[in-house]
Every structure is written in structure tokens, then in C-alpha cells.
């Protein structure tokens, strides 16, 4: 059973660096082809994708967030992280990380982290 632990501070002041990891559990962020993903839900809206990491550890990012997002991961925890820089109130959201055999089809992600309510709020 594969399992992914969203972690981070649910409140963060504008202007700083949101930081969220992802520890996974029951496979590896190595396994051929699958992305390991970042996506979040601000209030009242859609799904937004924001980037991910492939199990060669290339990153791929949304072209609105790339200027100051980025994602890394560590091989020998199993996480791989979100960092971004510079957040406003618009980056209220929930954030997720999930795991797919596509970067962008939701549809194709079939595991999914809990989600965690970040707050962007002085």
C-alpha cells in the first residue's frame, strides 16, 4: 500500500518561502515512470497543477509558478519537497502531493498525500 504524507507550516507570513514535504511510503520516488507531484485548490477554485519531480529527478513546473517554485527530493528519507518563494494571500490553498504515471492527468494519479491547509496571512 502506498501512502504520502503531506508535512509543513499551515500559516506562513507574505513574502516568505513556503516549505511542504512529502515523505512516501510503500514505493520508492526512484520507481520508473511515475511523477511525483505537487498540485493545490485554493479556496472556491479548481485543481492546479504546480509542477513534480520523475523518478530520474528531472523537475517539471507550471510556467505561472516556475520563477519561484521549486521541488527537490531526498532518495534516502523517500520525500521529495516543495519550496516557494515569495507567497501572497493568493497562495491560500490546499496543497497535495499525489504520485502518477502522468504529470498532468489527475486522472492518472492514483495515489494521493491528505492534503494540508496553508494560510498565507501576516
Known amino acids: 500500500q502506498v501512502q504520502l504524507q503531506v508535512s509543513g507550516p499551515g500559516l506562513v507570513k507574505p513574502s516568505q518561502t513556503l516549505s511542504l514535504t512529502c515523505t512516501v511510503s510503500g514505493d520508492s520516488i526512484t520507481t520508473n515512470y511515475y511523477y511525483w507531484t505537487w498540485i493545490r485548490q485554493p479556496p472556491g477554485k479548481g485543481l492546479e497543477w504546480m509542477g513534480a519531480i520523475g523518478y530520474s529527478g528531472s523537475t517539471y513546473y507550471s510556467p505561472s509558478l516556475e520563477s519561484r517554485t521549486s521541488i527537490s527530493r531526498d532518495t534516502s528519507k523517500n520525500q521529495f519537497t516543495l519550496q516557494m518563494s515569495s507567497v501572497t494571500p493568493e497562495d491560500t490553498a490546499v496543497y497535495y502531493c499525489?504520485?502518477?504515471?502522468?504529470?498532468?492527468?489527475?486522472?492518472?494519479?492514483?495515489?494521493w498525500g491528505q492534503g494540508t491547509q496553508v494560510t498565507v496571512s501576516s
Open positions: 499525489a504520485r502518477g504515471s502522468s504529470m498532468y492527468d489527475s486522472r492518472r494519479y492514483d495515489y
